[in-house]
Structures are given as C-alpha cells and as structure tokens.
C-alpha cells in the first residue's frame, strides 16, 4: 500500500523559513510529477509547486522567488523549502504524488494527510 508521509510544518514568524518533507513508501514501479498544495482554512486547495521526475519545477505566482520545490528520487522524498514566509501562507500543506504502481499501468494519483504551517508573529 503506497503512503505519502509529510513532515516540516509548523508556526513560524513573518519573514521566516520552513521545510516540508514527504517520503512515498510501500510498493510502486515509479514516481511520476511530485508536488505540494495548500489549503488556507475555509478555502479550496490550490496548487503551490510541482516538479517532474526529471527534476523541472512548476510554482504558483504567488510563491514564486519565495519557495523551492525539489527531490530525491533515490529517496522517493520531495521537498518545499518555504521562505520569506506571510501570514497568507497559513495553511494545511499536502503532499501529491502521481505513482504508478507497476510499469504496465498509468499513474494513479497519492495525497499526504497534510501537515499544517501558521506564519504568525
């Protein structure tokens, strides 16, 4: 059974830095596009960055200059290094991952329990 596991979040004031973290586990043939979402309280999820297995990164307007979103395929863990950080970053921040589960098959879609950041002062 494959899982997405998050790490990294919590309160950090304005103008700091956090990393997230999140590891796949179980058993899969490979990882497709990785990448982080956020969800404000009250608001639907949106996209903040996603990078292929290839390594190219995608970024949201809104985080751009500000975020870096990068992996370890090795380690089948992506990362989102958050700096500068605003109040209007506070979210829950989930992971995603497209992963197919044998190399016959398409990628299926993974999502983390989420992992919450307050940037607060």
């Known amino acids: 059974q494959v899982q997405l596991v998050e790490s990294g979040g919590g309160l950090v004031q304005p103008g700091g830095s956090l990393r997230l973290s999140c590891a796949a586990s179980?058993?899969?043939?490979?990882?497709?596009?990785m990448g982080w979402y956020q969800q404000a309280l009250g608001k639907q999820r949106e996209l903040v960055a996603t990078?292929?297995?290839?390594?190219?990164?995608y970024y949201a307007d809104s985080v751009k200059g500000r975020f870096t979103i990068s992996r370890d395929n090795d380690k089948n863990t992506v990362y989102l290094q958050m700096n500068s950080l605003k109040a209007e970053d506070t979210a829950v921040y989930y992971c995603?991952?497209?992963?197919?589960?044998?190399?016959?098959?398409?990628?299926?879609?993974?999502w983390g329990q989420g992992t919450q950041v307050t940037v607060s002062s």
């Open positions: 179980g058993s899969f043939s490979s990882i497709r596009t």
């Open positions: 995603n991952a497209d992963i197919a589960l044998w190399s016959w098959t398409l990628p299926v879609d993974y």
């Open positions: 990078i292929t297995a290839g390594g190219r990164p």
